[in-house]
């Protein structure tokens, strides 16, 4: 089945750090979302992005839409410890409602 | 402010043992989905439901079954259970045209088959 290749796979950063993570694909989406899966929990939503191009901020998490509609990019800037977590990409294309996930980021945030 | 809730955390079956996981959601949702997660392997959907009377195949529907029973409740059956269905098991739920807002997950079930 389709997936969304996601990198990279895991991180171990310092806190106050900065991460970037990203996502590709080989066909065309027409939305992009970035969820975020604290241990023992289901995803919750960070950000969406619904335009190519777009750049949209929630604190000091910022994720892009790909122009080319292939792509997305996800920063979270200045790490703190309850940034521990996997993050997950997802693109929806046009037609069902379903959502494409990527494999996730397994963040790990030391002191 | 429910969301979305999951039956049962946890469970450990036998091989061959059946099993019916609930979820419900309380956000008028039209549309509902089942995952499984894998270490490695991301979300993978199981089934879905885009309204009330409708199910369909995900991308790993084999060993599952699904009941879209009302608009608030989809269940998701292992008939037979085997150890490669070992795994956590996520229901979402959308709005009709998600993109606007995404899914919202429940906090997922966590399965063993021994």
């Known amino acids: 089945g389709q997936q969304l290749n996601q990198s990279p796979q895991s991180m171990f950063i310092q806190e106050g750090e900065d991460v970037s993570m990203n996502c590709t694909s080989s066909?065309?989406?027409?939305?992009w979302l970035w969820y975020k899966q604290d241990p023992g929990e289901g995803p919750v939503l960070l950000i969406a992005l619904y335009k190519a191009g777009e750049l949209t901020s929630n604190g000091r998490l910022t994720a892009q839409f790909g122009i080319t509609r292939k792509d997305s990019f996800l920063n979270i800037s200045a790490s703190i410890p309850s940034d521990v977590g996997i993050y997950f990409c997802a693109g929806q294309q046009v037609g069902p409602d379903k959502l494409i996930f990527g494999t996730g980021t397994r963040l790990q945030v030391f002191p | 402010n429910a969301g979305v809730t999951q039956t049962p955390k946890f469970q450990v079956l036998k091989t061959g043992q059946s099993m019916t996981l609930q979820c419900a959601q309380d956000m008028n949702h039209n549309s509902m989905y089942w995952y499984r997660q894998d270490p490695g392997m991301g979300l993978r959907l199981i089934y879905y439901?885009?309204?009330?009377?409708?199910?369909d195949k995900g991308e790993v529907p084999n060993g599952y079954n699904v009941s879209r029973l009302n608009k608030r409740e989809f269940s998701l059956r292992l008939e037979s259970a085997a150890p490669s269905q070992t795994s956590v098991y996520f229901c979402?739920?959308?709005?009709?045209?998600?993109?606007?807002?995404?899914?919202?997950f429940g906090s997922g079930t966590r399965l063993t088959v021994v």
């Open positions: 066909s065309i989406f027409n939305t």
């Open positions: 979402a739920s959308s709005a009709l045209n998600t993109g606007l807002y995404g899914y919202t």
């Open positions: 439901s885009a309204s009330e009377g409708t199910t």
